[in-house]
């Protein structure tokens, strides 16, 4: 069983910040890929950034220069601090942690956490 926790959402005024954590925790033996996703209402889920395993990211076009992704290996947990917030990042972010259990097999697995809403006000 693996959980994957998402924290840090909330409501804030255009142009603020806020940082976003996700925390996995469970039978984990490695975690590769780290993702932030969010999923406005009426709209697709969509990447917001991501982290490989090696530390390599990624951001969509929407955010770069903006929101910043990063880990901490140590204690299973990912973060996403972002800045200048608009109105248009309002919406409900998840976590999705891809790794390798401890089965003794290894294949890679992926789990999403509940999500924590993020909403802008202009």
């Known amino acids: 069983q693996v959980q994957v926790v998402e924290s840090g959402g909330g409501l804030v005024q255009a142009g603020g910040s806020l940082r976003l954590s996700c925390a996995a925790s469970?039978?984990?033996?490695?975690?590769?890929?780290m993702g932030w996703y969010r999923q406005a209402p009426g709209k697709r889920r969509e990447l917001v950034a991501g982290v490989t395993g090696g530390g390599v990211t990624n951001y969509a076009d929407a955010v770069k220069g903006r929101f910043t992704i990063s880990r901490d290996n140590a204690k299973n947990t990912m973060y996403l601090q972002m800045n200048s917030l608009k109105p248009e990042d309002t919406a409900v972010y998840y976590c999705?942690?891809?790794?390798?259990?401890?089965?003794?097999?290894?294949?890679?697995?992926?789990?999403w956490g509940q999500g924590t809403q993020v909403t802008v006000s202009s």
């Open positions: 999705k942690v891809t790794y390798i259990p401890y089965t003794g097999i290894s294949q890679l697995y992926d789990s």
């Open positions: 469970g039978s984990i033996l490695r975690i590769d890929a």
